[in-house]
């Protein structure tokens, strides 16, 4: 079992910054890939963006790419989520996710960390 835990949420203005980190415990060995999700308010979860943990290999949702940026140390057993320009649609409370060897989809889950973006 791997654990997560968010940390970076926050509220700021339409075109800022924010970082998002995500702390990994656990059975991190067995991490196969980690991700980013996120839920607006009425609405689904939905991908954000992943990376894989050996190479690095990233995907990026349409809405986020070019504005958001993944990274990850693996000696850390840490991911992070650099968004920029960020939008008042942007607004919901991100996820953290790892999928382990083994699974197919992403198995663990973090608390989540809201962001919300005024205009």
């Known amino acids: 079992q791997v654990q997560l835990v968010e940390s970076g949420g926050g509220l700021v203005q339409a075109g800022d910054s924010l970082r998002l980190s995500c702390a990994a415990s656990g059975r991190t060995r067995d991490i196969f890939r980690m991700g980013w999700f996120r839920q607006a308010p009425g609405k689904s979860r939905d991908f954000v963006v992943d990376?894989?943990?050996?190479?690095?290999?990233?995907n990026y949702a349409d809405s986020v790419k070019d504005r958001f940026t993944i990274s990850k140390d693996n000696a850390k057993n840490t991911v992070n989520l650099q968004m920029n320009s960020l939008k008042p649609e942007d607004t919901a409370l991100y996820y953290c996710?790892?999928?382990?060897?083994?699974?197919?989809?992403?198995?663990?889950w973090g608390q989540g960390t809201q962001v919300t973006v005024s205009s």
């Open positions: 996710a790892a999928k382990t060897i083994h699974k197919s989809g992403f198995d663990s």
């Open positions: 990376i894989d943990w050996s190479n690095g290999s990233t």
